[in-house]
């Protein structure tokens, strides 16, 4: 990226990316997860079904992201805690269906990039900023022009209302309350 500082001192950077609507790669694209179980161990998982765009500025500052994730596409390695994650227990599918992340905002510090934005899962909407580094632009051998990134956050589930129902006289937390996302993605040039 190229940054430059004008005379009030406010430095913007040009990304190294054409301008337009670059389209998400998803067959080298990985969504993943993890969240503590029982204040042990780490469960693991990702989710399948992801769609997303990301529109490139002529400024860093003036790009946006959006991405829609298939919450029923989940899949941490054992099909009868998928089952359970996805029953009115834990995420409710049935009421939603759906996790979306809009950008409300890009702020690059000269290496790596900072995107605010709201996420919405069911009828909760809350902020989140994503941590994203550039991992490059390639050429394939397709002709294709391909760009990578990582993108790492963390949300609290209970602030969208995902909390673990207990049989009465059961006070053991089941899950952690602190998600940690990670994001491998690559996009295609428009």
Request: aromatic share 6%; net charge negative; with cysteine.
């Given at each position: 990226?190229?940054?430059?500082?004008?005379?009030?001192?406010?430095?913007?950077?040009?990304?190294?990316?054409?301008?337009?609507?670059?389209?998400?790669?998803?067959?080298?694209?990985?969504?993943?997860?993890?969240i503590r179980r029982l204040g042990l161990s780490k469960v693991r998982g990702r989710f399948a079904?992801?769609?997303?765009?990301?529109?490139?500025?002529?400024?860093?500052?003036?790009?946006?992201?959006?991405?829609?994730?298939?919450?029923?596409?989940?899949?941490?390695?054992?099909?009868?805690?998928?089952?359970?994650?996805?029953?009115?227990?834990?995420?409710?599918?049935?009421?939603?269906?759906?996790?979306?992340?809009?950008?409300?905002?890009?702020?690059?510090?000269?290496?790596?990039?900072?995107?605010?934005?709201?996420?919405?899962?069911?009828?909760?909407?809350?902020?989140?900023?994503?941590?994203?580094?550039?991992?490059?632009?390639?050429?394939?051998?397709?002709?294709?022009?391909?760009?990578?990134?990582?993108?790492?956050?963390?949300?609290?589930?209970?602030?969208?209302?995902?909390?673990?129902?207990?049989?009465?006289?059961?006070?053991?937390?089941?899950?952690?309350?602190?998600?940690?996302?990670?994001?491998?993605?690559?996009?295609?040039?428009?």
């Amino acid at each position: 990226m190229t940054t430059t500082t004008t005379p009030t001192g406010t430095t913007t950077a040009t990304p190294p990316l054409a301008t337009g609507t670059w389209a998400l790669d998803t067959n080298h694209t990985s969504v993943s997860f993890t969240i503590r179980r029982l204040g042990l161990s780490k469960v693991r998982g990702r989710f399948a079904g992801v769609s997303a765009e990301l529109v490139v500025g002529e400024r860093v500052e003036d790009s946006r992201v959006t991405a829609t994730i298939d919450l029923a596409s989940i899949d941490t390695g054992n099909a009868d805690r998928d089952a359970h994650v996805l029953s009115p227990d834990f995420i409710d599918v049935a009421r939603r269906p759906t996790l979306t992340y809009r950008s409300t905002g890009v702020r690059y510090d000269g290496e790596r990039c900072a995107v605010d934005g709201e996420l919405t899962i069911g009828d909760v909407t809350r902020p989140l900023t994503l941590d994203v580094g550039f991992g490059g632009v390639q050429d394939f051998f397709d002709g294709t022009r391909h760009a990578s990134f990582e993108a790492t956050g963390e949300l609290r589930r209970k602030d969208f209302g995902i909390d673990v129902a207990l049989p009465p006289g059961v006070d053991v937390v089941a899950l952690g309350d602190v998600v940690k996302i990670v994001l491998d993605v690559q996009l295609l040039e428009p």
